[in-house]
């Protein structure tokens, strides 16, 4: 039975000219699972958005969107709030309350729910989404997965029949946003609830779609299962996100079924291919030290507990370092004292050397430090992003600010985006455009917080080019990330933050091949037949190097 659907949908922003969305019709059956794809500024969260009607943007809209059979914008306040649920890309921005208990509670009692009804849903979702040992929590104090967790069982608490999320695995480590995945596809099979959402982790949630829908500049290009997805858009920039299986599979002539899931990947890899093996790529640079942390501690409250406990850190110069690690373990707080922004209470800092303990943070900014943070849109000020970017030019005295601007905005892909508002672009577009900010700044010790969150694969690739050529400039990168496919791809060396220190800091192939959770899926698929092989490339360079593919008893 359908439950919603879109016809001939156009919607363009106020003082744009350009559509967000372009003439899309598409229907979406009850109890589907619907993935919805597309580069950066394609228009996936616009689309969602028409489907909740208070979140609704303002803007030039033709064509029409139905729940039910019936038009959105006549069904009433409370089947809207009630029937669909919406998750947000970004957990601190749909929490509202100071407790957990409250938090699950607030939705029900907007709708004027008596209180013994509250309390048994209540306690149904805490313990359905085992939360129940947070249910007294502030809200403040939890981690980024717990908070997407909570917001997730919130909205459920409702008894939607649609729930729509806006990527909302963008912030959380690996094995959070694996658990969560798992959570919508138990909500999905166990419940028959209807879900939509986006999400450039395709590699988690392809197996267990039942549709892909892809966007294009605004236009519905494919929609359909995932394996014709794959078959009918293998040359489109958007593949370039599809999974690693799928990938592997399509730089070969074999002709059997496309993989999808990492089990099917490895047999598809053992069936038709002998052990091969890719030597160990050394590429840490042989200088002098960067950055370096000497036994450093640091808390956030007096009497609370070290998120650093004597950490050591040596990052060179012109090389890219990676730490990757669960949510609240460390990660940033390290970036923001190797920035300057907060002191350890105990242990060294030292940049190019010289010991920075003492210093004001504008002495960090002297030696060439820049920090682009988790949320991008703190860097602007400015109502237009160009406006940001001369002002900047003119502080740091930028010589030929044109041709600069040009530069970076042309490496980045965002020359288009200069006289938009930062709170009028997508994650990926002002992920993109702080970047540029931090660039124009010419930097040489760059610190990335997240840097690929909201941006699709092909952006990726664009930033892992760019962030290539910023090294070969003799530029240090140090960068925080849950994206391990994109860390292996662009890092010297990786690292994992746990327990206050930073552990196991080896080059990508030996790190992510030791590695089960924190690791690639190609390592996962290969890793019985490609020895040392975690990225696509590597792992196609070995099918090639192969030459005939063999029989897995030769």
């Avoid at 009804?117 to 359905?128: P, Q, W």
């Avoid at 003492?358 to 820049?370: C, D, F, N, W």
């Avoid at 041709?403 to 997508?426: F, Q, R, V």
């Amino acid at each position: 039975m359908e439950i919603l659907s879109i016809k001939n949908l156009s919607f363009t922003y106020p003082m744009l000219n350009t559509r967000a969305l372009d003439s899309v019709t598409m229907t979406v059956e009850q109890g589907d699972f619907v993935v919805l794809c597309g580069q950066s500024g394609s228009g996936k969260t616009t689309l969602l958005k028409m489907f909740k009607r208070e979140i609704t943007p303002n803007g030039k809209c033709s064509g029409e969107v139905f729940f039910k059979g019936e038009p959105i914008k006549d069904i009433d306040d409370r089947t809207s709030a009630k029937k669909i649920g919406f998750v947000f890309q970004k957990p601190e921005q749909q929490i509202v309350t100071d407790k957990v208990w409250h938090e699950l509670a607030f939705g029900l009692e907007s709708l004027g729910y008596d209180s013994k009804y509250i309390r048994l849903r209540v306690g149904e979702m805490a313990n359905y989404f085992g939360i129940s040992s947070l249910f007294h929590r502030k809200t403040e104090n939890l981690s980024g997965g717990q908070k997407q967790l909570l917001n997730l069982a919130s909205v459920m608490a409702m008894s939607p029949d649609v729930l729509i999320l806006d990527e909302p695995t963008s912030q959380l480590d690996p094995i959070s946003a694996g658990d969560f995945i798992a959570t919508l596809k138990r909500l999905n099979t166990e419940l028959g609830l209807t879900i939509i959402l986006t999400e450039h982790r395709l590699q988690d949630v392809f197996p267990i779609a039942d549709k892909v829908a892809v966007l294009d500049n605004g236009k519905l290009i494919a929609y359909g299962k995932p394996r014709e997805i794959c078959r009918e858009l293998k040359k489109h920039p958007v593949s370039a996100g599809f999974p690693s299986a799928v990938q592997i599979y399509n730089s070969t002539d074999i002709s059997t079924d496309c993989p999808l899931t990492v089990r099917e990947g490895r047999d598809f890899i053992n069936n038709n291919f002998s052990k091969r093996k890719i030597e160990i790529r050394d590429t840490v640079p042989k200088t002098e030290i960067a950055v370096e942390l000497k036994d450093a501690f640091f808390r956030y409250e007096k009497e609370g507990q070290d998120i650093l406990a004597g950490t050591r850190l040596k990052v060179y110069k012109g090389e890219h370092f990676s730490i990757l690690g669960g949510n609240g373990s460390g990660k940033t707080t390290t970036l923001k004292i190797l920035s300057g922004i907060l002191k350890p209470y105990r242990g060294s800092v030292f940049i190019n050397g010289q010991k920075m303990n003492r210093k004001p943070l504008t002495e960090y900014s002297r030696m060439g430090i820049a920090m682009l943070p988790q949320n991008p849109e703190t860097v602007f000020i400015k109502p237009k992003i160009i406006e940001d970017y001369i002002e900047l030019c003119k502080i740091k005295g930028v010589e030929n600010r044109d041709k600069k601007i040009a530069e970076i905005t042309e490496s980045l892909g965002i020359k288009g985006l200069m006289d938009k508002h930062p709170y009028d672009l997508s994650g990926g577009e002002v992920q993109r455009c702080a970047l540029g900010k931090i660039l124009l700044a010419n930097p040489s010790i760059i610190l990335l917080d997240e840097p690929t969150k909201g941006i699709d694969a092909y952006g990726k690739i664009s930033l892992a080019k760019m962030l290539n050529k910023i090294k070969s400039q003799g530029r240090t990168i140090i960068t925080v990330t849950h994206d391990v496919e994109f860390s292996a791809i662009v890092s010297d060396r990786c690292a994992l933050f746990f327990d206050g220190d930073v552990l196991s800091n080896s080059v990508p192939q030996e790190f992510f091949s030791t590695n089960n959770f924190y690791t690639t899926s190609v390592s996962r698929i290969c890793r019985d037949r490609f020895i040392n092989a975690v990225t696509v490339d590597d792992a196609v360079s070995l099918i090639k190097e192969g030459g005939q593919y063999e029989n897995k008893n030769n």
